[in-house]
């Protein structure tokens, strides 16, 4: 639960249903990082079901860019974002070399990737697959990165697939206050969708940011809290998926500043 340079982060994972019934591990995978400047990444993935290495596949993912983003030379990049794409072609290079080693298709480690990029005030996000980052500054709450669009039900698109590249996207935000990042297990909770857009859902949002705040200001971790929401029969009736819920406070100032 660091509260470094005015950001602070509390996170859960925990096991769907169906991955309890069956007796599986959980395949979702998360990591954070302060990086040098102040600001911090947080990296989610989520490793697809239908993958027989679906676990290994979303922590090499996630280890691996935080590892890039903790090693790299700022000079080296033309900006934020060529670091973040930067850093998810390394992940998938990671990935396509576990799977040679275990002598498999790549698609057998398939997962979705969320890089999330945060100075206190600025949020910048690359994406590939489902889940989603929602977002609020002052009393407005809004969708950052949305679940990306698939062509059938039940389908996303994953790192290891060949055309990554033109469905990884990159979003940059220029305030927020805070933020909430998800796997597909939590978005039905934090958004709603109607035809094509999806739109924060606002009882669930607000109440959670406004918990998260009243804990930071006591001291305490709300990461059990979260915990006891996620495995409560209501979130997992919601869906039988992996959930893991992150968020993000930012301090309304920049980092480092006094």
């Known amino acids: 639960m660091p509260d470094k340079e005015g950001i602070f982060i509390s996170g859960v994972c925990v ?16 990591q954070s990082e302060d990086l040098t400047d102040g600001s911090i990444v947080v990296v989610v993935a989520d490793g697809l079901s239908s993958a027989p290495h679906a676990q290994e596949g979303a922590m090499i993912v996630v280890s691996e860019v935080c590892r890039t983003f903790m090693s790299a030379d700022p000079a080296r990049f033309s900006g934020l974002e060529d670091l973040i794409r930067f850093s998810a072609e390394k992940a ?12 498999v298709h790549p698609s057998s480690f398939a997962s979705t990737l969320i890089i999330t990029h945060y100075n206190g005030k600025t949020l910048t996000v690359g ?93 305490e971790d709300p990461s059990s809290d979260i915990k006891k929401l996620l495995i409560s029969p209501r979130m997992q009736d919601l869906s039988g998926d992996d959930k893991t819920l992150i968020i993000l406070l930012g301090s309304g100032r920049m980092p480092g500043k006094k």
């Open 127 to 219: 994406h590939i697959g489902d889940g989603l980052v929602a977002g609020t500054h002052a009393d407005l709450s809004f969708i950052i990165s949305p679940p990306g669009q698939s062509e059938y039900a039940n389908e996303t698109a994953c790192l290891t697939q060949a055309d990554w590249e033109t469905q990884f996207r990159v979003v940059r935000c220029p305030h927020a206050d805070a933020c909430i990042i998800t796997t597909d297990g939590c978005q039905g909770a934090v958004s709603i969708k109607k035809g094509t857009e999806y739109k924060p859902y606002e009882p669930f949002v607000t109440p959670l940011i406004t918990f998260t705040r009243k804990k930071r200001e006591s001291g």
């Open 15 to 30: 096991r769907g249903a169906r991955h309890i019934q069956a007796d599986e591990p959980c395949q979702d995978a998360w």
């Open 92 to 103: 998938r290079q990671e990935v396509l070399t576990a799977a040679t080693k275990a002598r």
